[in-house]
């Protein structure tokens, strides 16, 4: 079974940056294209970042082009996400997905892609 684990976040300030992580166990890690997402409450689940199975291809939402970074680790199982300047509108709660992807470069946007799902982790940046 696969399991989905974020850990990582926080209550931070408006500038910060915080990095969340999402352990990945019970199928090989790279047999997958991995992704965050986050949900503020009262608002829809939005897309964040997305990483290819080789880690060679990124896609973000031109909202966060330049503030966030995902990248992925082989050894440690891990997917990261770094964020920097953040603001009080990206406090939401903040999931990380995975999808078996047939092709190690292709990267996925929408939540309908990804099978698995981790908890979320919290993530809350104060004015």
């Known amino acids: 079974q696969v399991q989905l684990v974020e850990s990582g976040g926080g209550l931070v300030q408006t500038g910060d940056s915080l990095s969340v992580s999402c352990a990945v166990s019970?199928?090989?890690?790279?047999?997958?294209?991995m992704g965050w997402f986050r949900q503020a409450p009262g608002k829809e689940r939005e897309f964040v970042a997305a990483i290819s199975r080789s880690g060679g291809s990124t896609q973000y939402p031109d909202s966060m082009k330049g503030r966030f970074t995902i990248s992925r680790d082989r050894a440690k199982n891990t997917v990261y996400l770094q964020m920097s300047s953040l603001k009080p509108e990206d406090t939401a709660v903040y999931y990380c997905?995975?999808?078996?992807?047939?092709?190690?470069?292709?990267?996925?946007?929408?939540?309908?892609?990804?099978?698995?799902w981790g908890q979320g982790t919290q993530v809350t940046v104060s004015s």
């Open positions: 997905a995975a999808t078996a992807s047939p092709t190690i470069s292709g990267v996925y946007y929408r939540a309908d892609d990804y099978r698995h």
């Open positions: 019970g199928r090989t890690f790279s047999s997958f294209a």
